[in-house]
């Protein structure tokens, strides 16, 4: 190849093959750059469906998809297979025409320090329960029952309103144990009576086991009770004519204060939400 058909083949080369020339841009004509498309921000009221379900409580959300492709979920009132279907938290949605909520249901054992109240609103500006577990949970728990500011032991908190009104009812035969500490030695007549049943507001309220502390005096006794009514424990005692200086509920329906330091809060586990759940 001569010179000159060397410098035909460099420019054919600088034309047809730009690939190896470098670009070179005037200022103001820099390539013109495609706009990236802005991701869309999730919307907060919303929530996917087998979410929403496991939520409730009725299964896992592995699970909820199965019942979701098996048209077992209805929202509004019309049946819903398709997976990864969003819904409100305002819409109505149910399993087998059972209303489901949306709120991941929770359960914290407190054990309960003295001269903290129990009441939602204490206008009185007295210690509250709720500042104990403040930390526990993003949702409003409310205790279950009642406990005198001065009593202390264990109080169960939920947002689980079915499990509340399960637990609160009368019939639910839930089992109680305290330590109780009287200003004075329990004479074995009285303890007798409690035995047999001491009559209050016209009922007779039944104890399932009444005992002295072992090693200690005889101003402490353990109580078993299943009654539901407030402070029927304390009045109880009043009624005979004692002095209550201590009321310590040790056992509530089968949970204990074991590893729960007073002031301290846990979560309930699997099984014993269960457990709870088929209290009736």
């Not at 496991?54 to 199965?66: E, T």
């Not at 309960?112 to 939602?120: A, E, Q, R, Y």
Request: aromatic share 6%; hydrophobic share 30%.
């Amino acid at each position: 190849m001569g010179r000159s058909d060397s410098n035909k083949g460099k420019k054919a080369l600088g034309r047809e093959g730009g690939a190896f020339r470098k670009k070179s841009y005037a200022k103001g004509n820099a390539p013109i750059k495609k706009k990236t498309e802005t991701k869309q921000k999730s919307n907060p009221d919303l929530i996917r469906l087998n979410k929403y379900v496991a939520n409730s409580g009725v299964c896992s959300r592995r699970d909820a998809d199965i019942y979701i492709s098996a048209g077992n979920i209805t929202v509004n009132g019309k049946a819903i297979t398709e997976m990864g279907h969003k819904v409100k938290k305002t819409d109505v949605v149910k399993f087998d025409g059972r209303l489901l909520s949306p709120e991941k249901k929770e359960y914290v054992l407190l054990n309960k320090p003295k001269d903290f109240s129990t009441t939602v609103r204490d206008e009185r500006g007295r210690r509250n329960v709720n500042g104990l577990i403040s930390n526990a949970s993003k949702s409003k728990l409310l205790p279950i029952d009642k406990m005198d500011k001065t009593a202390t032991g264990l109080l169960l908190f939920t947002n689980d309103g079915e499990m509340t009104k399960r637990l609160k009812s009368p019939k639910n035969g839930l089992r109680k144990i305290y330590h109780i500490v009287l200003n004075k030695e329990l004479r074995s007549a009285d303890l007798k009576k409690i035995q047999e049943g001491v009559v209050l507001d016209e009922k007779p309220v039944r104890v399932q086991d009444i005992s002295f502390i072992d090693n200690a005096p005889k101003r402490e006794v353990g109580i078993e009770i299943y009654s539901s009514k407030n402070r029927v424990v304390e009045r109880l005692f009043e009624h005979l004519e004692y002095e209550v200086v201590k009321v310590d509920r040790v056992i509530y329906a089968g949970l204990t204060k074991k590893d729960l330091p007073r002031g301290h809060w846990r979560f309930l586990t699997d099984q014993e939400v269960i457990n709870l759940g088929m209290i009736k």
